[in-house]
């Protein structure tokens, strides 16, 4: 690699850590503003800082900043108010996200899977978060709509499970490679890859075949668009079946 190329590549990451930190002051300044008043717009203001974080960092090698920009971005779409626990929760996300742009952006020696369980879960209403302090267990969803994974979520959540959503398939991959999690649910329909299609790649890769993946589907387990699953994943129904299906897969996969 020539000494140019080098360069570019030092002064995009000296670009972004200035951008980013702006970005963060610019959150801390939102959240100052959300202990004095409740008003919707700055959590609207936080999600769009938010969104153009994880933007940004996708043009740079800074792994860790953008797995937590997503685990924040995830956090802060789910969110309903900026009451006192979900502020104290963003800024620890935010307190992460400026300790690593005065460190080593490229996160060199640090286990991402056991750096992302560090951070803030998901809190989902009527659903005591206590409960996830309790089992730590760690779920990937690979779910474009938001509505189906608002569900899946919710079940996770009451058996005590964290989750994390992603509505792409290479991002999936990415992932569940870098935070390695108790298992996985993957849509049918994605988008250029579909769940087999990722169920697939995840089982014949030596850094992911060990991890659980399930796909969730409508059609029934004998479709022949299901043929080529692996036959270590587990099927998941839409539908009355939802319920049933998810609880087979997780004793299946002994997920306790």
Not at 53 to 78: E, F, M, Q, W
Not at 119 to 144: C, G, H, Y
Not at 205 to 218: D, E, F
Request: include cysteine; charge should be negative.
């Amino acid at each position: 690699m020539s000494n140019n190329v080098i360069d570019i590549d030092d002064q995009m990451l000296a670009d972004f850590r200035d951008e980013a930190s702006e970005i963060v002051s610019s959150i801390g300044v939102h959240l100052q503003n959300a202990h004095s008043k409740a008003d919707p717009a700055i959590l609207t203001a936080i999600q769009r800082e938010v969104f153009n974080l994880r933007y940004k960092g996708k043009s740079v090698t800074a792994p860790l900043v953008n797995l937590t920009s997503h685990r924040l971005a995830d956090y802060t779409t789910t969110c309903r108010e900026l009451n006192e626990d979900a502020i104290n929760d963003i800024q620890a996300f935010i307190d992460k996200i400026e300790a690593l742009l005065e460190g080593d952006l490229t996160g060199g020696g640090t286990d991402s899977a056991e750096f992302v369980r560090e951070l803030p879960s998901k809190r989902t209403p009527d659903i005591d978060p206590n409960w996830l302090k309790q089992t730590n267990v760690e779920a990937l969803l690979v779910i474009p709509q938001r509505s189906m994974a608002a569900i899946v979520e919710r079940e996770l959540a009451a058996c005590g499970y964290r989750s994390s959503v992603t509505q792409t398939s290479f991002e999936a991959i990415e992932l569940a490679v870098r935070t390695r999690p108790d298992f996985i649910i993957v849509a049918k329909t994605i988008d250029e890859l579909g769940g087999v299609d990722v169920a697939s790649a995840l089982q014949a890769m030596p850094k992911t075949r060990g991890i659980p993946t399930a796909v969730l589907t409508s059609d029934a387990p004998n479709h022949p668009s299901l043929q080529d699953l692996p036959c270590r994943t587990a099927i998941i129904r839409k539908g009355p079946a939802f319920g049933e299906d998810l609880a087979e897969a997780l004793a299946r996969f002994n997920i306790t």
